[in-house]
């Protein structure tokens, strides 16, 4: 990942920020932030609930757990988690937001990604990964389209089924209620994906999704009008006039923006297997809302369905920062492919799965994969990857 350097033009707002946050000993600005701690201390008064939240609702206090709760927590230890009860809500910054905003403009403008014949750029959370990961890998994924597997169904299936709960409280039938939403949202990929599946394979995708649905009608509280709860929450940030926007979709967010203290929980919903890139994308949203709002949020929270687990973690200047160098990275790549630029091609642990492993040498390499390589040259033959480092020079056979 290449390293961004502070421009030597900076505003005096975009200073300003990173004076004060690199001044302060013991943190490392690049990488993401560890899970908080919560500490034990005397049970939470009403004052401590903050805006948007309800005061009448009965909860246990948080426990000193270190990323998440044990299997089959209650709701009411998800509500505290949620809440952040034993730690302080930190206050607003009125100038972070801004300074934030410049120092992501400047450097971007310093790498040409705002130059007038440069295209328009829309940045995601799976554009980020990917292109961080490989240039030629994230070419490839946003010309592929998408293939939905039986994992994806179920994790719109079970997305549709929270988003339900969380608004009404309440299931009919899981999976007929999952399948009319697909429906209702005209998702025509992951429905033909369902009736393509023969009849043993939709009853084990309908019982799993049965099984996600008990577990948040379980553990998962009924949302209080005083939540302002919003499910699929999209969070756009233009940039330079709209050469760049950073796009994002959070699962759900409650609690209204306040300009003294944060106040806003974003929550993402994950049907599958825990991961490392929830932890990232995450603190994109974070970085998302904060520039949006002017306020960050105060906690963010992946819950996982398949086993009521919740990993919660307060947001601090540590979390906004790793997540401003990994995403001005991954716009600065972004831009330099939309401008046409050949894709670099970094081998991965990923390289084996990647639709361009047959015309990728160091995917090849790394893959240890026997795949022909075309040239692209139909006299040419094809060529395969011999261990060589100076791949372009590959034998033909």
Not at 34 to 54: C, H, K, N, V
Not at 260 to 287: F, I, M, P, T
Not at 296 to 305: E, L, M, N, V
Request: hydrophobic letters at 40%; charged letters at 25%; aromatic letters at 6%.
């Amino acid at each position: 990942m290449s390293t961004t350097k502070t421009p030597k033009t900076a505003s005096n707002a975009a200073l300003t920020v990173r004076r004060r946050v690199r001044s302060r000993p013991g943190r490392d600005h690049g990488s993401c932030s560890s899970p908080t701690t919560l500490a034990l201390g005397p049970p939470p008064t009403p004052e401590s609930f903050g805006p948007g939240l309800p005061r009448d609702t009965p909860v246990v206090h948080a426990w000193n757990m270190l990323t998440s709760e044990p299997r089959g927590a209650s709701a009411e230890v998800l509500l505290a988690r949620l809440r952040g009860e034993g730690d302080e809500r930190p206050a607003v910054d009125p100038g972070l937001a801004g300074g934030l905003r410049d120092w992501f403009e400047e450097a971007l403008g310093a790498a040409g990604g705002f130059a007038p014949q440069a295209p328009a750029v829309r940045v995601t959370k799976e554009a980020v990964n990917q292109v961080l990961v490989c240039e030629a890998h994230a070419v490839s994924r946003a010309a592929t389209p998408r293939a939905v597997t039986v994992e994806i169904a179920r994790g719109v299936l079970v997305d549709a089924l929270f988003r339900q709960w969380v608004t009404l409280g309440s299931f009919d039938e899981p999976w007929t209620d999952a399948v009319a939403a697909v429906e209702c949202a005209d998702d025509g990929a992951v429905l033909h994906s369902i009736t393509d599946l023969d009849a043993p394979g939709r009853d084990r995708l309908a019982e799993e999704v049965r099984e996600h649905a008990a577990r948040i009608a379980s553990a998962w509280p009924v949302s209080s009008p005083g939540w302002l709860a919003r499910t699929q929450e999209r969070l756009e940030v233009p940039l330079g006039g709209g050469r760049l926007v950073l796009s994002g979709v959070v699962d759900l967010a409650f609690g209204a923006p306040c300009a003294g203290r944060a106040s806003v929980c974003l929550v993402e919903l994950k049907s599958g297997a825990r991961r490392l890139e929830h932890r990232g994308d995450l603190h994109y949203y974070a970085l998302l809302e904060t520039l949006r709002s002017g306020a960050p949020p105060f906690r963010i929270a992946t819950y996982y369905s398949a086993t009521g687990e919740l990993d919660a973690e307060q947001v601090g200047e540590d979390v906004l920062l790793g997540a401003m160098h990994r995403t001005i990275a991954a716009s600065e790549r972004l831009c330099r492919l939309a401008a046409g630029a050949e894709p670099a091609r970094t081998p991965n642990p990923l390289c084996a799965w990647c639709a361009e492993l047959a015309r990728c040498g160091p995917g090849q390499g790394r893959a240890r994969s026997q795949v022909p390589k075309k040239t692209g040259d139909p006299t040419a033959g094809e060529r395969v990857w011999t261990g060589d480092p100076s791949w372009e020079e590959e034998e033909v056979v």
